[in-house]
């Protein structure tokens, strides 16, 4: 989760488009024509879906279908969660209302009474190393 690899089995429901699971950057949609281009256009303009978004936490280990609160508005579920020993932090990615899914919010999990504040985040959340190191 770190650097925001997907891990597609992972992140989202059957059927959710790349835009909702947040790497429409994997795909470049300026280019003039590729397989699937018209799909990934359609959820780009799609204002109803959600969005996947990075989250991160201290304290409880909460578990996967947390629901994110704004307030005390259900906003959103926590789909998958690891914990980076590097950052001393839970890393999570929910689905949230679209107009929501922006870095730097701040948003509560709860779950089987099970509370934490949690901060969006953008990726990737950490910058590995090797990304500076220039290939020859």
């Keep these: 989760l770190e650097v925001r690899q997907p891990v597609l089995h992972r992140e989202a429901a ?7 699971r947040g790497i429409q950057w994997l795909v470049d949609p300026t280019k003039a024509d590729f397989v699937g281009r018209a799909p990934i256009m359609a959820q780009l303009e799609d204002t109803a879906s959600g969005r996947l978004l990075g989250l991160s936490w201290a304290g409880d280990d909460l578990p996967e279908g947390a629901q994110v609160l704004a307030g005390d508005t259900v906003v959103g579920t926590l789909v998958v969660k690891e914990y980076s020993p590097g950052m001393a932090r839970w890393l999570g990615l929910a689905m949230v209302d679209r107009d929501l899914a922006s870095p730097g919010l701040t948003f509560d999990l709860r779950a089987d009474g099970h509370y934490a504040e949690a901060t969006t985040l953008s990726s990737p959340y950490v910058l590995p190393a090797s990304w500076s190191i220039p290939i020859l």
């Design 14 to 20: 059957d059927g959710a488009g790349v835009v909702e």
